[in-house]
């Protein structure tokens, strides 16, 4: 085996960004409707209450001035005007949130870092620091509705590059969302004010969006009345070492061995864990499952994460441990969501087992936990979907079970990666912090290739390290594993 790369540093940020004043509010350039955004049981839900921070290093080369950036900002924002809203409680519905699209507009901040380079960023890059959030404009605010759904900061570096970092409100957007409206704003940078008004055709070419948004969210209302027609074991609490689900149903369960295990990732210092996996190792990965079995690259790395997580924190084997994941819906409902659709149309699929089934050390066991990944992305069709949307009105409130599970975010096969204002496309991108769930990034220059990037407890890191590249030991894969 081709011997591993070095471990990436972290990169700890010196002083502080350079405000040039306050940051503009950027609102629509154009006329935009006023009404209030009806937002789903899907967006709204409480765990998806925080903003998405995404984090884009541009060389030099790809730099473009922050005039241009703020100016097809207010351009995109007349298609995407509810970013330019502010969320609020509802009127009619108790303990929902609505958009009211006032064009109060998002928020863009300039900044300077000049003793920092993009070369010196990219060489870090793996792991994020807590010092990358000065790269962000802090919102200073009473609560999450009060801070606008959008929040940009361009900050240029001392070589003549860019960072360019966004919050984006998860209640409006998923990950597909954010990329289509990342990629629209991008769009009219490169395309200029000249061609704004190509208009929206799908087969014009010169068109500035490529698909119009689709805003409108009452096609996943729930049902009247609520029809539960599912367990739900990613909303189901299941404390307990015999597993049996004792808990309130909101993620807070009262078994004496699940919630210590959330306890224990909280409670003592996190060290961030950066792996990438080739196109190559992630074959192998699929070649593990014995008897042969046919699967996604995701569903092979998904396993493979979950039951090293699992080792490397070493519950009790008859703890009950679940993976947690994103499974697009759009076109898992009938009828389809529109093209466009740019709200939150996934679901979490949840994958269950006792830790000592997973991590056994059986030729069976990589096989194991592909299919229970499988299975979990089976079960998810427009019946599930509803009856999650319904259970979320019939418990208001609810939040996915953590007590032991790992959360997986994939950002992979969006298109993140591919974003260009005009002058070339990123050097790196990634989220702006480093968290307890887990996050699969593209890997820029390689189409096939995954980061795999989250948090764990500093005692367990090297040990979740070392589970993560066992598959690779004696093996002749020309290919390298960078942390």
């Known amino acids: 085996m081709e011997k591993e790369a070095a471990p990436a540093t972290e990169l700890e940020i010196p002083g502080e960004c350079q405000y040039s004043g306050e940051p503009a509010v950027v609102r629509p350039s154009q006329p935009t409707p006023r009404h209030t955004l009806y937002l789903s049981n899907l967006d709204d839900q409480r765990f998806l209450r925080f903003s998405i921070k995404y984090l884009y290093v541009f060389a030099a080369p790809a730099a473009v001035p922050p005039d241009a950036l703020r100016s097809a900002l207010a351009r995109v924002l007349v298609d995407y005007y509810p970013l330019a809203g502010r969320l609020r409680p509802s009127d009619d519905d108790e303990g929902k949130l609505v958009v009211d699209c006032n064009a109060e507009g998002a928020l863009f901040a300039e900044a300077c870092l000049p003793g920092l380079t993009a070369a010196e960023f990219l060489r870090g890059r793996a792991r994020p620091h807590k010092s990358w959030r000065k790269l962000l404009y802090r919102v200073e605010a009473q609560s999450f509705v009060a801070i606008p759904p959008l929040v ?51 087969d014009d070419n010169n068109s500035v969006l490529p698909a119009p948004p689709f805003h409108d969210r009452r096609a996943m209302r729930p049902r009247c009345p609520p029809r539960v027609a599912f367990t739900h074991p990613e909303y189901n609490s299941c404390g307990g070492i015999g597993g049996v689900a004792n808990g309130n149903g909101n993620g807070n369960g009262n078994g004496n061995e699940a919630p210590s295990l959330l306890a224990r990732l909280l409670g003592q210092p996190l060290a961030p864990v950066s792996l990438t996996f080739t196109a190559a190792h992630l074959l192998r990965l699929k070649r593990q499952c014995a008897p042969p079995l046919k699967c996604t690259s995701f569903e092979a790395l998904a396993a493979h994460v979950w039951r090293a997580w699992v080792r490397a924190l070493d519950p009790p084997g008859a703890l009950r441990v679940k993976l947690l994941f994103s499974v697009n819906v759009r076109r898992r409902v009938k009828p389809e969501l529109p093209r466009g659709y740019y ?55 609810s939040r996915p079970d953590l007590a032991a599970s790992l959360v997986i975010s994939a950002w992979t096969r969006l298109g993140l990666e591919d974003l260009d204002f005009g002058a070339g496309t990123a050097a790196n991108m990634g989220p702006l912090t480093s968290e307890i769930y887990c996050v699969f990034l593209p890997v820029i220059g390689d189409p096939h290739g995954v980061t795999v990037l989250v948090s764990v407890p500093q005692a367990a890191a090297d040990r979740f390290q070392h589970c993560c590249l066992g598959f690779l030991k004696d093996t002749d894969v020309d290919a390298k594993l960078m942390s």
């Open 152 to 202: 940009v900061q361009v900050t240029r570096l001392g070589c003549g590059g860019m960072v360019l970092c966004t919050a984006i409100n998860h209640c409006l957007c998923d990950g597909i969302g954010t990329a289509q409206f990342l990629h629209a704003w991008a769009r009219v940078a490169r395309a200029g004010h000249s061609a704004l008004d190509a208009g929206n055709d799908d």
């Open 343 to 397: 709200g939150n149309g996934f679901v979490l699929g949840c994958a269950e087992s006792t830790a000592a089934q997973l991590t056994s050390p059986s030729s069976s066991a990589a096989r194991y936990g592909v299919r229970l990944v499988q299975e979990a992305k089976e079960c998810v069709d427009d019946d599930y979907v509803r009856s999650m949307v319904d259970l979320l009105e019939e418990r208001r409130g």
